[in-house]
Structures are given as C-alpha cells and as structure tokens.
C-alpha cells in the first residue's frame, strides 16, 4: 500500500491540521514507510480471534447520576485563549 | 545525601539530621548549577517546592509523617500539577498552568508529603524514543552528553542519574520507563495496567498508558509505587484491588525461581555487546538459584506494526482535543473557524505527533478500519495469549530492555521508522498490559545497558524482589556518570 499526495492532503484535512505542499511531501514519505512496517500484520490469519482492547477485559464502571464537583468555571477559563461572560470566543460560524 | 537511597533519606528526615527545606535546597541547588547542560528539567519553582517541604516538616515534628514525606522528586511534565506549568513537552501546552492536580501527584504530595522538585522535560506527547521530539529542546544522557537519554521519560531518567533528583515519576506507553532507565542506568518500573490512575496524566494511548517510578534501585522503586498505586474512580480503567506493600517480599530467596527466556528476544536486532551483559546478568541469576527455561513468543514480531496502529489511533482521538478554544495554544491569526484549528494544531503540534495523528486518523477513517485497526487489536490478542502460556512454565521473563546502548543525538532523529525499532523488546509488554521492569545490567564502551523483567498480571511485588536480589549481588545501579560525585 502507498499513499498518494492526494490522500495525505484529505488526511491531514480530517485530522485538521494544515499541511503546505512541500509538508505533504515529506509526510508522504514518512508515512509510507511507517505503512511499510505496519502492513506486516496483514500476512497473520487472525480469523475467530476476539479484538483485544484492554488488559484486563473489564467493563465500564458507571456511577450514579449525581453532582460530584464543584463549580470551577472561573479557573478552568481561566487558561482559555479567548472568554467572555463564561463563553468561549471562537471566530463566527454563522453569519 | 544526595546518593543515599529513599529509605536513608527518610532514616535521615525522621531522625532531623536533615529537613526537607534543606534537603529540597540542596537538590534544587544541583539543578540550577547543572540542568542547564543537560535539560532535564522544564519547570522549576524555587517558592512552590520550599512552601511544600516547609510543609512536610511540619508533618515530621508533628509526627503525622508517612514514610517518604519530606523527600524531593522530579515529576514528569505529562502530570498536571495545579499551579504548576504542564506542558507536556507541546508548544501546544507551553503556557497551561494546569488548574487541577493529577491522581499521582495528589496522591505523591498531599497524602505521601514527597516535594515536587520541578517538572522534567520529555518527548513531546510522550511520542519518542529519544526526548529529542520535545518543544523544549533535547535532553542530554549524562553518561554522554553527546548521547540520548531515552524517551519518551528523558528528562526524568537523565535528572536521577546526574542527582538532580533522588527519584522521578515517569509513564510508560511503549517502553518510555523502561528504555530510558536502561540508557540511564536506573531502575524503572512499569505497572500493570490500571494499577496507578491515569487522571490527570496527559492522554496519549490510553489502553497502554501507565505512570510509574524510575530511581536508583529497586527498592526505591518498591516504595515509591506504595505511594502511586491504587483504586481511583476518576479513572475509567483503574483496577479497584486492595492495596498492597510492594516492598514485602524484597528480600525472599531467589531458590527456584524460573526465568523464561524467549527465543525470540535472544535472536538477531540485539547488538551482541548489549546481549553479553544480558546474559552475564542471567547466569548471576543463576548462581542466586533461579532456573532457566525456555520460552517462546511467537508474535513478538507483530508488536510494533499492531502498536503503531493502535497507539496512533488513541492518540488521534485524544489530542482532537487541542482545538485552540478551551486551553493551549491558538494561531495569532485565521478567517475562519475551521481555519483556526487547522493552523492551531499545525503550529502547536511538532512533527513526529502530526505524523502519529495522521497514521491514526487514516487508519481509523472509513474502509480502512478493520484491515487496520481491528487487525491491530486481534493481534494484541494473540501477543497477549503468547505471554499467558509462557507463564504457565516460568515465574518472570527476562530480556534486553533496548536492542542498543544510548545513540548520539540525532542519529535516528530523521528516520521514523528507525527510531520506533529502539522499543522492539518493551512494546509487547504494554500491548499485554504486564508489568516490566528495566535493571542496570554492564556496560558496553562506557554506556549503561538495561536487562528487562517481565512479570505476570500484578507481579509488581516479584519483580521487585527479583531485581532486590540481584542488585544485593551487584553493584551495577551504584555506578555513577563521571562527573557526578
């Protein structure tokens, strides 16, 4: 498997981060040969075998549906990049 | 003082030889005279670290002391500490002071009373092999400052071995305790997985990421998990067990032991200095009582390609947060908002984590995620079934830790692919979920080489005692760098 120039550019759209031309070279051929190694596991039969997405095959805790934290607005926006009156300013999505 | 072991540190704080203000003056002394060559450290604050060992001498003469309260440690800049810089190694996070404290560090200062030292430098997202993917700069291995320390704990590993700090914690996705501590000469360990929280630890892979210490001998170490280890409800994976003393069975004989080796971790890839010690090691094993058998793990081989699947996947997911709206960095300018993450994210992330973000995006994206990623995951199966019959004929599995002593800076800094072979011996033990263990073990040309352990589920407490003994027997972890006296 290779990966085209094209197919990087609508990667890195996806994953939204901006890539220039000469960017996307290079990382064409980075990941491509990252491909090179993980492509080894495509020669394995692993037909019945159960995916394995934790150590320990335990299941999600839930707890109960109560308030357990304190209000930490202030702090917490305190590290934003940009507030206002408890929002978050981002550029406008709407017009 | 500053190479007395954690327990003669504490002997010393109980008996009032020493405070911890003057302790922690001491230690903080060494890093403004040294860091500066080597870069271990990211974040030191003079006031905060004194505030908190003024503390700790209270709780001494007020005799509510635990055992470690009072002793400096340097903290791996992946743990939010609140009030604290945490930046993860990321231009993304280069000015995020953290707002809330992660379980470890909760659980190390408030309830243990150890003294933050500052915060150590490590590869950036905890995605290397090297500590030279960090925004803050390489970190230089004090054996040889021409060479690397590991990663992605680098500046952990490199702070304890030129005593900078007595410990540091560390975290542990593929092999960054354990490699680190081998190119380092110390002794690290990586727990189970869901042993130590992982709340407030900054996400990479989250089904591999685990925290544990790194220090000059096991029995540190020993003491050290009793402090990190334990149930915690803010983490979704942490594993509700009783605690436990990882330091009880540090001194029972070795008489009967069985050692695994596997075949494959005794084949070619292994620089044949590195593996003589290795095996140097084993055969002092032996003289201990310890038996030897022969093991096998078949789909070693797998373990990088599945992990470079499944590590990139997680950390795709995980690091969509750094979207430039609620913390971190954001483009001074952008005409949209579409716009803005895409140049936050291209300016804030360095290259090897847009890289990982990519695989994983790609690999997770429509059509491509059962070739990929649940191939990745069946695979992790199978690595993990090998381990579970090995352990049905020996009690711990040993091995190199790293195929290499520490390489120079900049030697596999261009070549991926390269650079992700450096963790070939550690990344089936994180796919597993085991607890593995790095132990001085020679040297070869002057740099330190690392013979790795490899425990069964919650075996921490054996492997302790295993690498105890030997280093009762040996006196590898006790050699120092030249220059650090």
Redesign the interface.
Same mark, same amino acid.
């Given at each position: 498997m290779s #990966?085209t120039l094209e197919?990087?550019q609508r *990667?890195?759209?996806? =994953?939204? *981060? @901006? !890539?220039s031309e000469s960017e996307a070279l290079t &990382?064409q051929g980075? #990941?491509n040969? *990252?491909? @090179? #190694? *993980?492509?080894?596991?495509?020669a !394995?039969d &692993?037909r019945g075998?159960?995916?394995? =997405?934790?150590?320990?095959d !335990?299941s999600?805790?839930l707890?109960d549906d109560i308030v357990s934290e304190a209000d930490?607005r202030a702090?917490?926006q305190? !590290?934003?990049?940009?507030t206002e009156a408890g929002l978050?300013l981002?550029?406008?999505?709407i017009e | 003082m500053i190479h007395a072991s954690l327990k003669q540190l504490s002997q010393a704080l109980a008996a009032k030889q020493i405070s911890s203000v003057e302790l922690s003056t001491l230690f903080l002394d060494r890093i403004e005279r040294l860091n500066p060559q080597i870069n271990a450290l990211v974040t030191v604050d003079r006031e905060r670290t004194l505030n908190a060992a003024r503390a700790a001498d209270a709780r001494i003469a007020a005799g509510t002391a635990g055992p470690l309260t009072g002793i400096p440690i340097a903290q791996k800049d992946i743990f939010c500490a609140e009030g604290w810089r945490t930046t993860c190694g990321s231009k993304m996070l280069a000015n995020f002071v953290s707002p809330y404290d992660a379980t470890v560090i909760r659980k190390m200062e408030a309830e243990a009373g150890l003294v933050s030292l500052g915060k150590t430098n490590m590869d950036e997202f905890a995605m290397g092999s090297s500590n030279e993917t960090s925004f803050f700069g390489p970190v230089r291995n004090p054996w040889d400052n021409a060479r690397v320390p590991g990663g992605s704990s680098g500046g952990s590993a490199a702070a304890v071995a030129a005593r900078l700090a007595p410990a540091a914690t560390g975290t542990d996705t593929g092999g960054s305790i354990r490699q680190p501590a081998a190119l380092c000469n110390l002794t690290g360990l990586k727990p189970t997985y869901g042993v130590v929280s992982r709340y407030g630890m900054i996400a990479f892979a989250s089904s591999l990421d685990q925290a544990g210490p790194m220090a000059a001998s096991a029995e540190d170490c020993a003491l050290l998990l009793n402090t990190m280890a334990g149930f915690d409800e803010r983490d979704s994976t942490s594993l509700d067990r009783p605690q436990e003393d990882y330091a009880r069975d540090l001194d029972k004989p070795l008489a009967g032991l069985r050692i695994g080796l596997p075949k494959e971790f005794f084949g070619e890839g292994c620089d044949a200095e590195v593996m003589a010690a290795v095996r140097a090691a084993i055969a002092e094993y032996e003289k201990l009582g310890a038996q030897i058998v022969d093991v096998s793990l078949p789909n070693s081989h797998l373990s990088v390609p599945a992990y470079y699947v499944i590590a990139p996947a997680e950390a795709s997911s995980n690091l969509s947060r750094f979207d430039g709206v609620r913390y971190g960095y954001r483009a001074p300018e952008y005409d949209s908002l579409d716009d803005m993450y895409m140049k936050s994210r291209a300016q804030g992330f360095g290259a090897e984590v847009k890289r990982r973000i990519l695989i994983g995006t790609y690999v997770l994206s429509h059509g491509y995620y059962d070739a990929y990623y649940l191939q990745a995951q069946r695979i992790r199966r199978l690595i993990a079934n090998d381990f579970v019959e090995a352990f049905k004929s020996c009690d711990v599995i040993m091995g190199p830790t790293s195929p290499s002593t520490a390489f120079k800076l900049g030697e596999k800094a261009a070549d991926p692919v390269q650079m992700y072979l450096s963790d070939i011996y550690t990344i089936a033990v994180n796919l597993a979920g085991l607890p593995g263990m790095s132990v001085p073990c020679g040297f070869v040309g002057g740099l330190p080489v690392g013979l790795q352990l490899v425990g069964n589920y919650f075996a921490e407490a054996q492997l302790l005692n295993v690498a105890h003994r030997y280093q009762q027997a040996t006196d590898w972890h006790q050699r120092r760098p030249a220059g650090i006296e």
């Open positions: #990966l197919q990087v *990667i890195a759209h996806l =994953a939204r *981060i @901006e !890539v &990382t980075h #990941l040969g *990252i491909f @090179e #190694l *993980i492509e080894q596991m495509q !394995v &692993t075998v159960e995916p394995m =997405a934790h150590a320990q !335990v999600q805790r707890r930490r702090a917490f305190a !590290v934003a990049p940009e978050y981002v550029p406008k999505v | -």
